[in-house]
């Protein structure tokens, strides 16, 4: 049934009537009635554009997150290059020795009347002790008065952006044992663990690890990155700082990063992290062991 203002259009009055509006409704002979909606979102369309929303962020943070990273990953890689270019340059400079790898924790291996190719005497060390050190003006001393900063004149060199700052993380680097820090063939367990002196020394160097960003000062590490020679086990806990990987360093003066492959390592890796010490279990037949003990080295760890 027409409304009393729908038969009043249709009047001879209703038909010269100027369009009126009344309570929101536009009356006219050209219009009929139109409902004039108000400006604004229902409850319905709102919930839909939030849900849109959240959908784009679920899509999105995961591909920011991995961006952020690789730029990390990308600066880390940048500074080991230049690391490695400074070791090299040291050896270049120094009758083609290398540079003292340890961070004096090795302090016996300081003494005079050791053999040469067991002994930091006369050999400052690239960087002074900075383990189990809170002060941050001694961490820099001790980076600034090492052997290797004459070659690389730069504190940014020897961090990386996945430091933390809370727990004022400044050196995140080691170098691994059998670059001139430590050997240990005295131990029936670390055949041909042998520390080497100089770069002609090292057989395939774009094979040998010198760098690796293993949270260089913290409690599992001090003074190089160890790892067995043919154990099917972790010496010093797998470096989970990029990812579910790490970067390493190598003597022909490249730089990679290595994700782990097997879940193990990520496992005892963060657990490692947690506790601030290593965790020697077994892992048999573990791809990532292997691998990290032939760049460590070279063939005596080859199976």
């Known amino acids: 049934m027409d409304s009393p203002f729908q038969r009043l259009l249709t009047t001879d009055c209703g038909k010269n009537m100027p369009d009126i509006e009344i309570a929101g409704t536009i009356v006219g002979k050209n219009k009929g009635i139109i409902v004039r909606r108000t400006k604004g979102f229902t409850l319905i369309e709102l919930l839909v554009v939030i849900a849109i929303i959240a959908i784009l962020m679920a899509i999105l943070m995961p591909a920011l997150s991995r961006a952020k990273e690789q730029g990390k990953r990308a600066v880390c890689l940048g500074n080991l290059k230049q690391l490695t270019l400074a070791w090299i340059m040291y050896a270049d400079e120094n009758d083609d020795k290398l540079v003292n790898g340890d961070t004096e924790e090795y302090t016996s291996m300081y003494n005079p009347g050791r053999k040469f190719n067991d002994s930091h005497y006369n050999e400052p060390a690239w960087v002074l002790k900075d383990w189990r050190i809170d002060d941050m003006k001694v961490k820099r001393r001790a980076i600034e008065q090492g052997a290797l900063f004459a070659y690389t004149k730069s504190l940014n060199l020897y961090s990386c952006p996945t430091g933390r700052k809370t727990m004022n993380e400044l050196r995140l ?111 048999p037949d573990n791809e990532d062991i292997r691998w990290t003990q032939t760049g460590s080295w070279g063939s005596a760890a080859k199976r």
């Open 173 to 283: 680097y080691s170098v691994v044992d059998a670059m001139n820090c430590k050997g240990w063939t005295s131990r029936s367990d670390m055949p041909g663990s042998v520390m080497l002196k100089r770069r002609l020394e090292i057989p395939e160097p774009a094979y040998r690890f010198v760098f690796v960003e293993d949270g260089g000062a913290g409690d599992a590490h001090l003074g190089g990155w160890t790892t067995y020679v043919n154990e099917d086990k972790w010496w010093d806990p797998p470096p989970i700082r990029h990812g579910n990987g790490t970067t390493f360093s190598f003597a022909d003066g490249h730089s990679e990063y290595r994700k782990w492959k097997d879940p193990r390592t990520t496992d005892i890796g963060r657990r490692g992290l947690q506790l601030g010490s290593a965790i020697r279990e077994e892992q």
